[in-house]
């Protein structure tokens, strides 16, 4: 009996590890590809999202130009799309989805 409570408890923990893990590690790592997808079916409205491409909205500067303003990380990214801008609608986004174009949008970065 004290085995069996001690074993589900030891389980109830590396259950909660688990769940507690995976959304940490992906909104540490976002994925560069999937953000590029997500990238041009939603931001390509405005910006210009493939390297060199302009944007369609002249006020919205394009991902690469971003990518090389100075001081460039993840860090800033993400504090940019989580306030509001001005010109551009609070497009609502995963954390997950917000790391992976986080990180295609680095992955622009020329050096
Ligand atoms: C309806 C047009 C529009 C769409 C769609 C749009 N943006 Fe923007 N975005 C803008 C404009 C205009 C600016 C520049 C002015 C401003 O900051 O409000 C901007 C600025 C930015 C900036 C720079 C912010 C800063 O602080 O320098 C980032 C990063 C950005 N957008 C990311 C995205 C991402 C990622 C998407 C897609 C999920 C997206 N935008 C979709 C119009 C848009």
Same mark, same amino acid.
């Given at each position: 009996m004290q085995d069996m409570i001690r074993n589900s408890i030891a389980l109830l923990i590396a259950g909660a590890a688990a769940l507690f893990a995976g959304p940490v590690q992906a909104q540490e790592l976002g994925? @560069? =590809? #999937?953000? =590029? !997808? %997500?990238? &041009?079916?939603t931001c390509i409205a405005c910006h210009?999202? #493939?390297?060199?491409?302009?944007?369609?909205n002249p006020l919205a500067p394009p991902f690469f130009a971003i990518a090389e303003s #100075?001081?460039?990380? !993840?860090?800033? %990214?993400?504090? !940019?799309? &989580? =306030?509001p801008h001005r010109a551009m /609608?609070? *497009?609502?986004?995963? /954390?997950?989805? #917000? @790391?992976d174009i986080i990180a295609y *949008? &680095? =992955?622009l970065k020329s050096k």
């Open positions: 994925d @560069a =590809s #999937r953000g =590029s !997808a %997500l990238a &041009l079916h210009g999202v #493939r390297k060199g491409e302009t944007s369609v #100075r001081g460039m990380s !993840a860090m800033a %990214l993400n504090v !940019a799309l &989580l =306030s /609608p609070n *497009i609502m986004m995963e /954390p997950n989805e #917000r @790391a *949008i &680095l =992955s």
